[in-house]
């Protein structure tokens, strides 16, 4: 009787530390939503854009204005690829998310750092 009962204990501390690891690596981290302000970030974009263009008289200005906004183009999905990565979450643009739970973390400010905005 006394092996059963060490047994029964050990194969319940083993479930309950797998239960608690599963909860915690798969399951919490499924729950996270990370938002992202996309038109946010190209509203600020455009906004450079057009005022290097206002101001930029000579031709080499409207070409730095050009390779800005084409930078820009190549490295949105590469940074937008990346989020999910670093924050272990599901990421969705903020306009698509009603209200606001715990578990949603804006990464607006993150994607802005990425494209060096």
Do not use: W
Not at 9 to 37: F, I, K, M, S
Not at 56 to 75: N, P, Y
Request: net charge positive.
């Amino acid at each position: 009787m006394k092996g059963f009962a060490i047994h029964l204990a050990t194969t319940l501390a083993v479930v309950g530390l797998a239960l608690a690891g599963y909860h915690r690596l798969v399951v919490l981290p499924a729950q996270r939503v990370g938002v992202v302000d996309l038109a946010e970030v190209y509203r600020a974009k455009e906004q450079e854009f057009a005022r290097l263009l206002a101001r930029g008289a000579t031709d080499e200005e409207r070409q730095q204005a050009q390779e800005l906004a084409r930078r820009f183009a190549e490295r949105l999905p590469a940074a937008l690829d990346e989020l999910p990565r670093d924050c272990g979450c599901l990421v969705v643009l903020k306009s698509a998310v009603a209200g606001h739970a715990g578990n949603v973390v804006d990464l607006t400010a993150q994607l802005r750092r990425k494209l060096g905005a």
